[in-house]
């Protein structure tokens, strides 16, 4: 728990360094011209296909009716854009770790590597490509079980645990693999989560918590639903700051633990074996020199 506590307090002293800074620009300007490429050509249809299923719905048509009785009828108008927003929030959010994985994480491992760990060798257990196939793949299954999980949203607790968890499970899996790719070998990251499996997959619960503070947006953009334009960049550029400082968070910690590791195999690989619980064993007697008198006592210090 100790080096995970110093890793956090390291991640959030480098998150203000002008380099992460400037690195963060370029995924949060990729996603806002996604964000409203997409919404542009298909905001409008979407929130009219979720306004048609509403009015197919008999029990959605009650409660609206019920609104409309109790004089708030106008949140009528705001339900479609707001279902329409919460189910981009898990693309959003996903995509967000993507570029962050992909464009931010290797030069923010490197600047770690380079101010902390200047020494430490690097056995390039992993590729880009490979850590690229990885974070497609962990997302894809990360994807599947949140499509999966949906209909438990509409439980009240289960909402404030499913995503989270799951965003932390893919936090887990895509940062580790990234953090250890340059430095460690693929032996090496394998021991490596194997020991810290607990507390990487704590990190990552973290992490996911973290990441679905910015839904929170959602509960102003219900009222003030013309915002939703200024709200979605917001919301983009707090995923992103998000997942760069787990991004960071990981690479402290990852790198601090493989340097412990190889310090505590040191003495294995270069032969030595040492028992703590081993009697020590005399040194022998000096022999007596050829020709000496074997009966004369001991020279003391002044004998010629």
Not at 141 to 168: D, E, K, N, T, Y
Not at 174 to 187: E, I, K, N, Q, R
Not at 237 to 243: A, D, N
Not at 275 to 293: I, R
């Amino acid at each position: 728990m100790r080096l995970m506590f110093d890793a956090f307090w390291r991640a959030v002293i480098y998150c203000v360094h002008p380099r992460v800074v400037g690195l963060s620009l370029l995924p949060l300007i990729l996603m806002v011209l996604l964000s409203f490429a997409l919404g542009y050509f298909f905001w409008e249809p979407a929130v009219n296909g979720v306004a048609i299923w509403f009015e197919s719905v008999e029990l959605l048509q009650a409660f609206l009716s019920w609104l409309e009785r109790i004089g708030l009828g106008s949140l009528r108008t705001v339900f479609a854009p707001l279902v329409v927003l919460a189910l981009a929030t898990p693309a959003i959010v996903l995509l967000c770790l993507l570029l962050v994985s992909v464009f931010m994480t290797p030069a923010m491992v490197e600047l770690v590597g380079q101010r902390r760990f200047p020494l430490l060798k690097r056995l390039h257990g992993g590729s880009w490509w490979g850590s690229l196939a990885w974070s497609l793949a962990s997302t894809l299954l990360a994807f599947v079980a949140l499509v999966i999980s949906m209909p438990l949203w509409l439980v009240p607790p289960l909402v404030l645990v499913l995503p989270p968890l799951i965003w932390g499970w893919l936090t887990y899996r895509v940062f580790a693999f990234d953090s250890l790719a340059d430095h460690a070998s693929a032996d090496e990251r394998h021991e490596l989560v194997r020991r810290h499996r607990g507390t990487l997959l704590v990190m990552g619960v973290l992490s996911g918590y973290l990441g679905a503070a910015p839904s929170l947006l959602w509960a102003s953009g219900a009222m003030f639903i013309a915002l939703a334009p200024l709200l979605v960049p917001i919301a983009i550029w707090v995923y992103t700051l998000v997942f760069a400082f787990a991004s960071l968070w990981f690479a402290h910690f990852c790198l601090a633990a493989l340097q412990a590791m190889r310090a505590s195999q040191a003495p294995a690989a270069s032969g030595e074996v040492v028992d703590v619980n081993a009697t020590p064993v005399p040194s022998p007697a000096p022999q007596a020199l050829p020709g000496a008198d074997s009966s004369a006592g001991p020279a003391g210090p002044n004998t010629p």
